[in-house]
């Protein structure tokens, strides 16, 4: 029977209700599926024919070991999912920039390497910004996310000193449409959009987060929301010769459109309770793979043999 592991944290031994979903339909498929937290040094990950990260929350708290972790995969680099040569460009948010010099529509943003800065109020003269979100460059469920603007920057210059001097960060202007429109999160399985929802902040906050008291409900993107997300999708690395198994386009629609916020292959949560289908359709992608690779390996075996 085939088993697939399911990557998730410590605090998160079991599955998350929304991946019980997927579990679910895994298993009506006749896979296994073990949740495995991802740091626990007793698991043989060799064992499982296919390792699922899913809720790895933690890793942006132990980041050293966890890019150790997605290493250990690169010499069978289609037992992960997502590729772990993916997953790496993906951990640190500075891939944004990347992305945007490839033409996509990211929000404007200052990249300030860790250490000694500018005063944070001149930082938001130089760039005309009256209102702004600091963010640490590799992050996860808004931790370290947080607002100023320029008449509270004098008095939120050692917060913001303190966090340079320990972490890579991005300033951004404020998006105000994060709490009118809210963030939109397009869901893509093996390469095609699947389902979309949107997520809105509490009353007075700004984090979309669950863990912020934010919400998140069913949507239908436009035909043209669609095509711009899966065109920001295709200028990922290596997406055309190693699938995606899983990936979520973020942002807002804005006065000058849509303005991506992150393209999350790492960890994101897939949101499969807002989609009727979507947990089949990644119950499926992991199957064809599966039965894929042991095909291969079937095919192999015989040629490997005739050459020894
Ligand atoms: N420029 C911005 N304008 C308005 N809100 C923002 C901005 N940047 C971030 N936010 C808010 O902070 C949240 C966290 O930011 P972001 O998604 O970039 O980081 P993250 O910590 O990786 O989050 P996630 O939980 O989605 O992985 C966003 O979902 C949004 O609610
Ligand atoms: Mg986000």
Redesign the pocket.
């Known amino acids: 029977m085939p088993c697939v592991a399911f990557a998730t944290s410590r605090d998160l031994p079991h599955s998350t209700p929304d991946d019980q979903l997927a579990v679910d339909a895994l298993r009506r498929r006749g896979i296994a599926v073990e949740p495995v937290v991802w740091d626990d040094p007793a698991v043989t990950w060799s064992a499982f024919d296919q390792v699922v990260i899913r809720s790895t929350w933690d890793y942006h708290l132990k980041p050293v070991l966890y890019e150790r972790w997605l290493r250990g995969f690169l010499a069978t680099p289609e037992q992960l999912r997502n590729p772990p040569e993916s997953v790496l460009a993906n951990l640190d948010?500075r891939y944004l920039r990347v992305l945007a010099e490839r033409g996509a529509p990211i929000?404007p943003t200052a990249w300030i390497d860790r250490g000694p800065q500018r005063p944070l109020r001149d930082l938001l003269l130089a760039n005309a910004w009256d209102q702004v979100?600091i963010?640490p460059a590799v992050?996860?469920?808004?931790?370290g996310?947080w607002r100023t603007t320029l008449a509270k920057a004098v008095a939120d210059e050692q917060q913001f000193a303190a966090q340079a001097a320990e972490s890579d960060l991005l300033i951004?202007?404020?998006?105000p449409e994060?709490a009118t429109r809210g963030?939109w999160s397009l869901v893509f399985i093996d390469g095609d959009f699947c389902h979309a929802v949107i997520?809105l902040?509490a009353g007075g906050d700004?984090?979309?987060?669950g863990e912020y008291g934010g919400r998140s409900i069913a949507a239908t993107p436009t035909p043209e929301l669609i095509a711009q997300a899966a065109a920001i999708l295709a200028l990922v690395d290596g997406a055309d010769h190693r699938p995606i198994l899983y990936a979520r386009i973020?942002g807002v629609e804005t006065a000058d459109g849509f303005r991506l916020?992150?393209l999350?292959i790492n960890e994101p949560s897939l949101y499969f309770k807002h989609s009727k289908e979507a947990a089949e359709r990644f119950a499926a992608a992991i199957a064809g793979s599966i039965e894929l690779r042991r095909l291969v390996v079937r095919v192999a075996m015989p040629a490997r043999q005739l050459a020894a």
Do not use: C, L
């Not at 992050?139 to 931790?143: D, E, F, I, K, L």
């Not at 700004?206 to 987060?209: A, E, K, N, P």
């Open positions: 948010k929000i979100v963010k992050s996860a469920s808004a931790h996310t951004q202007p404020f998006i994060i963030e997520k902040p700004f984090r979309v987060q973020d916020m992150e999350e």
